[in-house]
């Protein structure tokens, strides 16, 4: 049977997150510079995009490029901003060839002015599109997220907006960068790295965790409905015991 059939349409994570790894390892083992991994990381973006389009899946969040990624040398810096901008040049046109819309998290006002414009452009054309939210993490980083929630909250008490009390979780995720999206369901990530790296913390709190050793490169439509597979397999309790969700059916 082929794999794309073992899927249950009817249930598909809403939101999958991913943080893309292992782009310089693989340039490494083929003998090239990191930059061509990146390349070949772009396909694997098309890719899983046009996955996520054709499966259904609501909201697919990227981990394109840490706050902590602005330590690496300037010239890959350079090199992925400007991969950046060219690959949503030519993206555009899938984006609305399958009625997906562009948004982005992180601290955008850090990102080059040709960056900056070209997001603001895609965000725009693509924003009335419905069938599904790519969302892109640039320069993001999920602590500097949750404080920049704190001072917002702690804003609108001092100015009497909100009061101590009203302060709950539908709150704080109010004041996050992702207000307007779903928890996340399943969180991917390639190249056999076991960690979060500050990726979406608080949204993750219930989110089946998927690792592959695949280099992200690699990632291609059977490795996602391999790990959609895996996901449909899982039993999420959100706390409960197996039992109650039976009688729950
Ligand atoms: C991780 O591999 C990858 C990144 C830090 C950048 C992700 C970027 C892309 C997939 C391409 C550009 C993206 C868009 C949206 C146009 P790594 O460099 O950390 O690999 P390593 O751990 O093997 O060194």
Redesign the pocket.
């Known amino acids: 049977m082929q794999l794309k059939n073992k899927i249950n349409a009817s249930k598909l994570p809403k939101h999958v997150a991913v943080i ?7 340039a ?1 083992q083929r003998g090239k510079l ?1 930059i061509f ?3 070949n ?2 396909k ?2 098309r890719d899983t995009v046009e996955t996520a389009a054709e499966l259904g899946i609501k909201v697919l969040t ?5 706050t902590e ?1 602005w330590n690496r040398p300037k010239i890959e810096i350079d090199m ?1 901003m400007s ?2 901008v060219s ?2 040049k030519k993206e555009l046109k899938l984006f609305l060839k399958n009625n997906i819309s562009l948004q982005v998290i992180g601290d955008l006002n850090s990102l080059p002015q040709k960056a900056q414009n070209e997001l603001t452009e895609v965000i725009e054309k693509t924003k009335n599109n419905s069938h599904l939210i790519l969302n ?1 993490a640039l320069s993001y980083s999920s602590k500097d997220e949750i404080v920049n929630a704190f001072k917002n909250i702690s804003k609108k008490i001092v100015n009497n907006e909100l009061s101590i009390k009203e302060i709950d979780k539908n709150i704080i995720n109010n004041h996050l960068y992702t207000r307007n999206l779903p928890n996340v369901d399943l969180m991917i990530r390639t ?1 056999g ?1 076991k960690r979060l790296s500050n990726f979406l913390l608080w949204q993750i709190a219930y989110a089946e965790l998927y690792f592959t050793d695949v ?2 490169p690699d990632f291609n439509k059977e490795e996602f409905y391999k790990a959609i597979i895996d996901y449909q397999q899982r039993e999420r309790r959100f706390g409960k015991t197996s039992d109650q969700l039976k009688n729950d059916e």
């Open positions: 893309m790894d292992g782009n310089g390892r693989w490494k990191r991994g990146h390349k990381g772009v694997a973006v990227l981990y394109a490029f840490s990624n992925l991969l950046l690959s949503l892109l190249s790295e280099f992200w």
